[in-house]
């Protein structure tokens, strides 16, 4: 019996990825500078971006997707990755967390994140899911010595084990009746034998639905959120607040558009009340909140239940628009939470929405660089997050959703008391002390990064709208 060897040009980012992180992991014991491992993490993500232009393919019988789906989402994950290490050089010297294996884990579970995002199979899935989530864990509580890291690891790395249960239970329901966890026989053998009104399909994607909710943080799956992005290394919660998140929306649109396409209608009925609820809660929630880490834990929830609504509309509009988003919110959340680690020193905090207070003032280019993320998260045109809002909203009423549009808007609406809030204190309060601002090159660069495409993005959109529905012509 001749064995042939699998096609690997689909799967080489992921090996690249790999071994690079491997040989990083290995350099970490001999390199004393830990910013020259994190130097060398931008070059493997570097290398990484490079070898994704000729990964187009599917391997391994089919469990592996490299398609322009997954390449845009790939980009993200490794968007968010060089944005998180620029954010962190700094300040995980100022918390004494300067281990080079911080940007080991950041690598490894991102690796998880590019295996979900191509998954074909949902064993394949869940491998990829368990490998970005047990990084992730280690990582929020990476501030060993501090009691709210270490409670936001525990919570964290609790809920999130009852993600992958129910994901679990979802996969052996769904075996049981199709006999296959490949994405597209699944599909094939619904239709075929016309299960749509079967009742163990419809428990099974309860199941997925719950466990992917749990991952973009949806209520009333949301628990965990606040209190592992208050607790957990505020580089690493920026992190956590775009990656994971994007992750999820990836496996969420590529299992129930592929596996479950035909079932829309049911599916739309589990998933329309969450949205609605995630939108709610988050911008409810999040008014009054008095720490700025845990505001936008809220505002991360509320922007969950926007996304929700390109996947609910079911369409080729619908999943650009989620691409467009979560590429956008990358920017604009990674930018406010550099601006928290500028205002973070050796005896000061800055988490606390008073540390605000008169900073236009004292700083006034980081009140600026505030005052425009602050405006993009509420959706303020020339800003992107207007843009990423508008096609969203677009997508669900063509889609025939006009109705949650209207209660999402209401919902966008309320979130400007929260965002602007911000803004307010920092430019109509007098500072109560002088902050000294943490700066250092690799973070005024990410800074500068966030605010030029932000700012891009809002006045030129169309390049970006272009290459997500480019991206997922072929779904």
């Not at 026989?185 to 992917?212: D, H, P, R, T, W």
């Not at 995630?278 to 720490?291: L, R, Y």
């Not at 628009?321 to 601006?339: D, H, K, P, Q, R």
Request: glycine share 8%; with cysteine.
């Amino acid at each position: 019996m001749q064995f042939l060897m699998p096609d690997l040009g689909p799967v080489m980012p992921e090996i690249i990825m790999t071994v690079l992180t491997l040989l990083i992991l290995l350099a970490d014991l001999v390199i004393k500078r830990k910013e020259t491992v994190a130097l060398l993490s931008v070059f493997c993500i570097a290398a990484v971006v490079y070898s994704l232009k000729g990964s187009l393919g599917t391997t391994f019988n089919g469990m592996f997707i490299s398609d322009g789906y997954s390449i845009f989402f790939k980009l993200i994950f490794l968007l968010n990755v060089i944005m998180t290490i620029l954010i962190s050089v700094r300040y995980i010297v100022i918390e004494k967390i300067n281990f080079g294996e911080y940007y080991a884990l950041i690598l490894f579970s991102t690796l998880g994140m590019m295996i979900m995002a191509s998954a074909g199979d949902l064993i394949v899935l869940y491998l990829g899911l368990e490998l970005m989530a047990l990084s992730t864990y280690i990582l929020a509580g990476f501030i060993r010595y501090d009691v709210r890291s270490n409670e936001a690891a525990v919570k964290y790395f609790l809920l999130g084990a009852f993600a992958s249960a129910f994901l679990l239970y979802g996969t052996s329901l769904i075996y049981g009746l199709t006999g296959s966890t490949d994405l597209r026989a699944i599909a094939g053998y619904i239709a075929e034998k016309g299960l749509a009104g079967n009742q163990a399909l419809l428990l099974s994607m309860i199941f997925f639905a719950v466990a992917f909710s749990f991952k973009i943080a949806a209520v009333p799956f949301h628990m965990w959120a606040p209190d592992a992005y208050e607790g957990a290394p505020t580089s690493i919660t920026a992190y956590m607040s775009v990656g994971p998140k994007a992750a999820g929306f990836a496996v969420l649109g590529r299992v129930f558009l592929t596996a479950f396409g035909s079932l829309r209608v049911e599916w739309s009925v589990i998933l329309i009340p969450i949205a609605i609820l995630t939108m709610g809660v988050g911008n409810i929630v999040a008014i009054s909140q008095t720490n700025i880490k845990r505001m936008l834990a809220y505002s991360s929830i509320a922007h969950a239940g926007y996304i929700l609504l390109g996947i609910i509309a079911g369409t080729q509009d619908g999943l650009a628009s989620v691409m467009v988003y979560l590429l956008i919110y990358a920017f604009m959340n990674i930018g406010a939470f550099g601006v928290i680690i500028m205002l973070r020193s050796e005896n000061f905090k800055g988490d606390s929405l008073e540390d605000y207070e008169g900073l236009a003032k004292t700083h006034p280019v980081a009140a600026a660089l505030m005052l425009v993320f602050m405006f993009s998260l509420t959706g303020i045109p020339p800003t992107a997050g207007f843009i990423g809002k508008f096609s969203l909203f677009v997508s669900a009423i063509n889609a025939g959703y006009t109705g949650v549009v209207i209660i999402a808007v209401i919902f966008s609406a309320i979130s400007a008391y929260f965002y602007l809030r911000v803004v307010m204190l920092m430019y109509m309060k007098e500072p109560k002390e002088t902050v000294v601002l943490s700066t250092s090159p690799a973070l005024s660069l990410a800074l500068a990064v966030a605010l030029i495409c932000v700012l891009a993005i809002g006045v030129a959109p169309a390049t970006l709208l272009n290459f997500a529905k480019f991206a997922v012509a072929g779904f």
